[in-house]
């Protein structure tokens, strides 16, 4: 049987790709280059083949993310490493005011093919400044798409379909992802399949075959798909709640009447996500469904999201702070009743 790859392995194969088929793809990060490769080696063996241009950076992330947008206006393509998603926040100002507005803010479209790859959430002891979900703070912002890497949609295709859409966008890479198996052939597990939907945010169904119509559908990203997927089988197995589980590829912009035949199945919705509370991607996405399936739900859209308060260090700390399986279970069990 052939060796799954794991997703930080997709991620370098897709890079590989990238810079091999088109020359004027450049990636800037610190310590991307060899023998390193990236502080979760998702750069790994690119500086010894395209050494012109993969560039590592000095510790200026305003900077490298100011260099990417420079390139991307000058026709070429950038990918932009950020060590820690943390650290995004530093390079908010030239990916806000510089790479989003150039698209459209010089009378005429421009090209901006600029991806900012951001390793980003917890369960990994890294500690407050380094294990934060910050993707609600770039929500909303014209010409700025989002997405988050799953272990069901290939990464050369991520990447792809966000250069070739020409405006700058943010990749968050859930670090407890990278070293998980991609998932492949339909199969999650012995219990759960999966399907890729046809919809623009390319999102991924996970069921239960021969189960009928499920009582819950829950919507997450994809740093959540291995708790939530936990969440699900425990709650299928032990208490006889079926639950469907879709896995978008893009965050925002997202269509959710693009998914409202799928939606439609169930008359419980529940979003999953890793940010806190308030004006969060979950949320905006729960009102927008509250809005179009509010004549058939039996409840309102359930938002599920961290406690308020920093990650911390402390695994059984962290553990609290962070949305796990027992608690997915819990409030679904909870609101079921």
Same mark, same amino acid.
């Given at each position: 049987?052939? $060796?799954?790859?794991?997703?930080?392995?997709?991620?370098?194969?897709?890079?590989?790709?990238?810079?091999?088929?088109?020359?004027?793809?450049?990636?800037?990060?610190?310590?991307?280059?060899?023998?390193?490769?990236?502080?979760?080696? +998702?750069?790994?063996?690119?500086? %010894?083949?395209?050494?012109?241009?993969?560039?590592?950076?000095?510790?200026?992330?305003?900077?490298?993310?100011?260099?990417?947008?420079?390139?991307?206006?000058?026709?070429?393509?950038?990918? +932009? #490493?950020?060590?820690?998603?943390?650290?995004?926040? !530093?390079?908010? %100002?030239?990916?806000?005011?510089?790479?989003?507005?150039? +698209?459209?803010?010089?009378?005429?479209?421009?090209?901006?093919?600029?991806?900012?790859?951001?390793?980003?959430?917890?369960?990994?002891?890294?500690?407050p400044t380094h294990s934060?979900?910050?993707?609600?703070?770039?929500?909303?912002?014209?010409?700025?798409?989002? $997405?988050?890497?799953?272990?069901?949609?290939?990464?050369?295709? +991520? !990447?792809?379909?966000?250069?070739?859409?020409?405006?700058?966008?943010?990749?968050?890479?859930?670090?407890?992802?990278?070293?998980?198996?991609?998932?492949? %052939?339909?199969?999650?597990?012995?219990?759960?399949?999966?399907?890729?939907?046809?919809?623009?945010?390319?999102?991924?169904?996970?069921?239960?075959? %021969?189960?009928?119509?499920?009582?819950?559908?829950?919507? /997450?990203?994809?740093?959540?798909?291995?708790?939530?997927?936990?969440?699900?089988?425990?709650?299928?197995?032990? #208490?006889?709640?079926?639950?469907?589980?879709?896995?978008?590829?893009?965050?925002?912009?997202?269509?959710?009447?693009?998914?409202?035949?799928?939606?439609?199945?169930?008359?419980?919705?529940?979003?999953?996500?890793?940010?806190?509370?308030?004006?969060?991607?979950?949320?905006?996405?729960?009102?927008?469904?509250?809005e179009q399936l509010w004549?058939?739900?039996?409840?309102?859209?359930?938002?599920?999201?961290?406690?308020?308060?920093?990650?911390?260090?402390? /695994?059984?700390?962290?553990?609290?702070?962070?949305?796990?399986?027992?608690?997915?279970?819990?409030?679904?069990?909870?609101?079921?009743?």
């Open positions: 049987m052939t $060796r799954r790859q794991r997703v930080a392995e997709n991620l370098n194969s897709a890079l590989h790709h990238l810079l091999g088929a088109h020359p004027g793809t450049y990636l800037i990060g610190e310590d991307v280059a060899d023998p390193y490769g990236g502080a979760f080696k +998702v750069t790994r063996g690119l500086s %010894d083949r395209f050494p012109d241009r993969v560039l590592s950076s000095p510790l200026s992330e305003g900077g490298i993310a100011g260099v990417g947008a420079g390139l991307a206006l000058a026709g070429n393509r950038s990918v +932009v #490493e950020m060590m820690f998603s943390d650290f995004a926040a !530093l390079a908010f %100002d030239p990916l806000l005011n510089f790479a989003a507005k150039s +698209v459209s803010m010089y009378g005429r479209r421009v090209p901006m093919s600029m991806v900012l790859r951001c390793p980003t959430g917890g369960n990994r002891g890294y500690g934060q979900s910050l993707q609600k703070h770039f929500l909303g912002i014209p010409s700025l798409h989002l $997405r988050e890497v799953s272990p069901f949609h290939d990464n050369q295709r +991520v !990447l792809t379909a966000m250069l070739d859409r020409e405006e700058p966008g943010v990749l968050f890479e859930d670090k407890v992802l990278y070293t998980r198996a991609m998932y492949q %052939d339909g199969v999650v597990d012995d219990l759960f399949r999966y399907e890729v939907l046809a919809d623009p945010s390319e999102t991924a169904r996970v069921f239960a075959p %021969d189960c009928g119509p499920p009582d819950w559908i829950v919507l /997450a990203p994809g740093g959540l798909t291995e708790r939530a997927v936990t969440a699900l089988r425990t709650l299928l197995l032990e #208490e006889e709640i079926t639950c469907e589980l879709l896995v978008p590829s893009q965050l925002y912009p997202f269509d959710s009447k693009a998914l409202l035949p799928v939606l439609s199945r169930a008359d419980r919705i529940c979003v999953l996500e890793d940010s806190t509370a308030d004006g969060t991607w979950g949320e905006l996405l729960a009102q927008q469904l509250h004549s058939r739900l039996a409840r309102p859209v359930l938002p599920l999201s961290a406690e308020p308060s920093i990650v911390p260090t402390a /695994a059984h700390l962290e553990h609290d702070v962070l949305l796990q399986p027992s608690t997915i279970h819990r409030a679904i069990m909870e609101a079921t009743k």
